[in-house]
Structure formats: structure tokens, C-alpha cells
Nanobody, 123 residues
């Protein structure tokens, strides 16, 4: 069973930055399309970033494009999300996602989910 463990969340002021990490174990990391989704209280989970297996292509919705950067290190089985210029509306639990299909990943689906990492953007 593939395991995803997110880390790096916390409290940050508006305009601040954070970097999330996701360590993947019990699986072949490099064979998965990887991404991040988030879920705020009372809202549905939404896709926020995706990356192809070799890291050559990345995908973002308009809400985070230009502020978030997804990357991966296949040698370390680790996915990252660098977040800049954070806004209060970015507050949510952020989940690492893995899928064998790119279109499924970009539609917010994942074969496996971690427990998530809470990010709170507040002054």
C-alpha cells in the first residue's frame, strides 16, 4: 500500500510563504503523476497543482497560478509545493495526491491520500 505523508504546514500571515513536502513510500514514486489538492471547511476538495512523472510539465488552476510551484525529487520520493503570496482564502487542509492517470489527477482524483497538512493564513 502506497503511503503519502505531508509535512510543512502551519500558521502564516497574509503575503507570507510556506513549503509543503510529501514523502511517498511503499510504491514506485516515479511512475505516478503527483499533485496537491486542498479542502477548506464547508467546501469540496479542489485541485491546486499537478506534475508529470518526470517533472517536465506542471499544472495549476487560475486561483494559484503564479503563486504556487509544484516540484518533485524522484530520487528522494518526495513531492513539494512552494507557496508564495499566501492569501486568507488559501487556508485549508492540503493533501498530496498520486494517480496513474494525468486527467484523473487534474480532476482532483487520487489513488491514495495522506492525512493532510493544515495551512492557516491569518494576521
Amino acid at each position: 500500500q502506497v503511503q503519502l505523508v505531508e509535512s510543512g504546514g502551519g500558521l502564516v500571515q497574509p503575503g507570507g510563504s510556506l513549503r509543503l513536502s510529501c514523502e511517498v513510500s511503499q510504491g514506485t514514486f516515479s511512475t505516478y503523476y503527483m499533485g496537491w489538492s486542498r479542502q477548506a471547511p464547508g467546501k469540496e476538495r479542489e485541485f491546486v497543482a499537478g506534475i508529470t512523472r518526470n517533472g517536465g510539465n506542471t499544472y495549476y488552476p487560475r486561483s494559484v497560478k503564479g503563486r504556487f510551484t509544484i516540484s518533485r525529487d524522484n530520487a528522494k520520493n518526495t513531492l513539494y509545493l512552494q507557496m508564495e503570496s499566501l492569501k486568507t482564502e488559501d487556508s485549508a487542509i492540503y493533501y498530496c495526491a498520486a494517480h496513474s492517470g494525468l486527467s484523473e489527477l487534474l480532476n482532483g482524483k487520487s489513488l491514495y491520500w495522506g492525512k493532510g497538512s493544515q495551512i492557516t493564513v491569518s494576521s
